[in-house]
């Protein structure tokens, strides 16, 4: 944890900046190991400065590391509190990570002369590659993962409704440790199925409906990402293509991902499948992206990204294919990017039929 101040005081002189600004909650977080600050003040000398309301300062004192943390008094703004801060430190260059419009204006007259850089990539140069404690992290969410795709197939039933499903499976995380969900679980049936991001509705599942299935643990504040499919009874030719092309382009892609890859690369690798047999135009996403604190965050796998995998990266591998008007496939592991080759973190089964 300390390392990683470290490192970006390291790219403060490359920046030409002599302090740094976070206000991204989860960019606190991966910091400070504490979520609920209101801002992070970081200078180029000095003790890095926490400010945080009363209503979470115990706390943050308790848990809070490698930073001071400073009470923000009722009726005290943080962005005005921090802006004369670095004023008061002599700070000229400031960068930041991400701050709206109303705040960057309130902080710039905080500062009066100081000059404030949008700075963002700094800290997710530091977020895309993990240590061995954020792919520990990360590894159990997967495991929790894991637990909800075994779950899913036992407990759907025709006549079952969409987020019966859903509860079942969350349940079944959290009893076996999860803090809570990475994202809101989708469990999408039938014609829904064909939308990338269907949902999880009151819909009864019928027999014979391929059922996208996507969920997320969280461990430690880390998530995982997973997606299945699965059809309850016999699928029809088609839905066993439609399947069958998804599972090759998906291990294809994964048989590509490793360090020094570019990502755009490994797209390609799973969208030429795909469009090999037709279904090129069903293919509406990117292959992958980045988990770790943030579900979503770099590196990005797609045919525009300019990224390149570097060991310690944790990505999704997620081909799909949409047919709307008749359903929808995907399938998707969250994968550990090494030096010689990857990692399924998640390893549920990939049967189709429930």
Known sequence: MANRIQVLLKSFEKERIDGYLVADQTNMLYFTDFLGAARLLVPSEGESVLYVYSVNY??????????????????EDADKKSGQHARKLKIKN???????????????????????????QLVWDLRKVKDGTEIDYVRKAAQLTDMAAKTGPEVIRPGMREFEVAAEVEYAMRKMGSEGTAFETIVASGLTSAYPH???????????????????????????????????GKPTPKQRRIYDIVMEAQEKAFQK??????????????????KKHGFGENFVHGLGHGVGLAVHEPPTLNESSKDILKAGNVVTDEPGIYVVGYGGVRIEDTVLVKKDGAERLTKASYELVV
Do not use: M
């Not at 701050?99 to 002369?113: E, F, G, M, P, Q």
């Open 58 to 75: 115990d706390a943050a004192k308790a848990l809070a590391k490698n930073c001071s943390v400073e009470l923000l008094k009722r009726g």
């Open 94 to 120: 400031i960068g930041f990570d991400a701050l709206d419009a109303s705040v960057y204006i309130k902080i710039k007259k905080a500062l009066k002369n100081a000059k404030l850089k949008p700075s963002g």
């Open 198 to 232: 269907g949902g999880c509705t009151s819909k009864k599942i019928r027999k014979g409906e391929l059922i996208q299935f996507d969920v997320g643990a969280r461990y430690h504040n880390y998530a995982a990402d997973l997606t299945r499919t699965f059809l309850v």
């Open 257 to 274: 991902i490793r360090d020094g890859v570019k990502a755009k690369q490994v797209d390609a690798v799973a969208r030429n499948v795909i």
